[in-house]
C-alpha cells in the first residue's frame, strides 16, 4: 500500500464506523465497537478480546467483552447495516445469495448451541458450533450479510441450559433450511437485488425451501443427493425417476465441457448437461443440472434448477459455481477477520462477534473491489 491507499482505507473505516455508530447510545462502546473492528482487520495471529484490547492500549479486557455482553445494542440492526453496506457497493441484479454452514470447534458443553455435531469444516463429527449464514457473490466480490447460530433440538428443549447461555424464550429450535429460509426472506423484504439463489444438499432436498423461493419468484440452483426424484417425459411418457436414472439417458451432445469459476489450480472445468424436468409446469422452467468429472465418469453431482424459461446451460453452471464460493468467504472471514476466533458462551454474544467480523469481513472485500476498479480491468479479481 502506498500512503494514499493507506489514507483511503483509514477513511473507509470511519465511514463504517459512522453507518453503525447510531446503534449505539452510549460513546464508550461506540467508539469501543470501532477499535474492535480495527483489531479484526489487524495482523494479529489471535483475535480475541484480550488481544483486541492489548492492540487498542487497554491493559484488561473488560471493555471488549462489556461490549459483546451486556453494552447496549442491537446486533441484528447492525447486522442490517452490513447487509445494506454490501448492497451499496457490491449490488448487482445477477447477484447470487448462497446459503451455507461453517462450524465452530469449542472445548466444553457451555457455549450456546454447542454439540457433537457434523462439521463441513472438520469433515467429521466434532463438539462444535454451528453457524449458518447468507453470502452475497457477485463478480466484484463476495461477502456475508446475514447469520443464524443453530441450536440443535436438544439445545432447544433444555430449559435450564437455555437460560444459563442467555437464549430468550422466543428462539424456538429451527432446522438449518428454515433459518435459510428466514435469512433469505430478510434479504428479499429489504429488496437486496440478486437473481439466484444457490445451495448445497441440505438446502436443496428441502421441498419448503424451494416452494419460497418459486412463490417469490427467484431462480435457484440447489444441490441434490442422487436419490432425489423427478419427473421428466421419456419415450413420449411422463416418468418419475431417480437423478441418476435421468442423468442416463442424457445424449451424449447433451454434455459440454465448462468451467464453473476459478479455482486454486484454473479453472473448475466439468462436464455439463441440463435436462427439463416437471414438463406440466406452464408458467414456470425447471430443469435437473448434472456435473460430471472430466477424469471419473462415474463422478457425477446433481442439482434441481428453477429459472426463466431462456436460460442458458452456462447461467446455470455460474450459479452453480458461486456456492464454492462461500467456502472461500468462511476461509478469508476466519482468516483475515476472526469470524472463528471469539471465546464467548451466551447466545447474544455470539451473534454480535460474528456481526462485527462480518462487518470488517465486508469492508475488506470492498476496498479490494473499489482499489481493483481504479486499478482497471487488468487487476486480479477480488478472492473475499
Not at 455482553?69 to 457497493?89: C, F, K
Request: net charge neutral; hydrophobic share 40%; aromatic share 8%.
Amino acid at each position: 500500500m502506498d500512503v494514499a491507499e493507506v489514507r483511503a482505507w483509514a477513511a473507509g473505516l470511519e465511514e463504517v464506523h459512522a453507518r453503525i455508530a447510531p446503534r449505539f447510545a452510549r460513546s464508550e462502546p461506540r467508539e469501543r465497537v470501532l477499535a474492535y473492528v480495527r483489531g479484526l482487520l489487524a495482523p494479529l495471529e489471535r483475535k480475541n478480546s484480550w488481544t483486541l484490547a492489548e492492540r487498542a492500549g487497554e491493559a484488561i479486557p473488560d471493555g471488549m467483552q462489556r461490549l459483546l455482553a451486556t453494552a447496549d445494542w442491537d446486533a441484528d440492526a447492525v447486522r442490517d447495516d452490513v447487509r445494506d453496506y454490501v448492497v451499496e457497493h457490491l449490488g448487482s441484479d445477477s447477484a447470487v445469495l448462497v446459503v451455507d454452514e461453517t462450524g465452530f470447534l469449542k472445548k466444553g458443553t457451555k457455549s450456546a448451541g454447542v454439540a457433537r455435531q457434523y462439521s463441513g469444516t472438520a469433515g467429521r463429527i466434532e463438539n462444535c458450533q454451528i453457524g449458518v449464514f447468507l453470502a452475497y457473490a457477485t463478480p466484484a466480490g463476495r461477502t456475508l450479510i446475514d447469520r443464524e447460530l443453530y441450536l440443535p433440538k436438544a439445545w432447544a428443549e433444555d430449559t435450564p441450559r437455555r437460560e444459563q447461555a442467555g437464549v430468550h424464550e422466543d428462539v424456538e429450535f429451527a432446522t438449518k433450511p428454515e433459518q435459510a429460509m428466514a435469512m433469505i426472506g430478510r434479504a428479499l423484504d429489504a429488496h437486496v437485488p440478486a437473481g439466484w439463489v444457490a445451495g448445497d444438499e441440505v438446502y436443496g432436498q428441502h421441498a419448503r425451501l424451494r416452494m419460497m423461493l418459486e412463490e417469490r419468484e427467484l431462480p435457484y440452483v440447489l444441490a441434490v443427493p442422487v436419490n432425489q426424484h423427478v419427473i421428466a417425459t421419456l419415450d413420449g411418457k411422463l416418468t418419475e425417476l431417480r437423478a441418476d436414472e435421468l442423468a442416463a439417458h442424457l445424449p451424449a451432445q447433451a454434455w459440454k465441457t465448462i468451467s464453473a469459476g476459478a479455482g486454486a489450480k484454473g479453472p473448475r472445468l466439468y462436464h455439463w448437461a441440463k435436462a427439463p424436468i416437471r414438463p406440466l409446469e406452464a408458467e414456470r422452467r425447471y430443469w435437473l443440472l448434472v456435473r460430471r468429472s472430466t477424469t471419473d465418469p462415474q463422478d457425477l453431482a446433481y442439482y434441481l434448477c428453477y429459472g426463466p424459461p431462456r436460460t442458458r446451460l452456462g447461467e446455470l453452471v455460474r450459479v452453480a459455481g458461486a456456492r464454492w464460493a462461500i467456502e472461500e468467504t468462511f476461509q478469508t472471514a476466519k482468516g483475515q477477520a476472526g469470524l472463528d476466533q471469539y471465546q464467548v458462551r451466551r447466545y447474544d454474544s455470539w451473534y454480535r462477534h460474528i456481526t462485527l467480523s462480518m462487518l470488517a469481513h465486508a469492508f475488506l472485500t470492498i476496498t479490494t473491489a473499489d482499489a481493483g476498479a481504479k486499478r482497471g480491468p487488468t487487476a486480479n479479481p477480488p478472492k473475499s
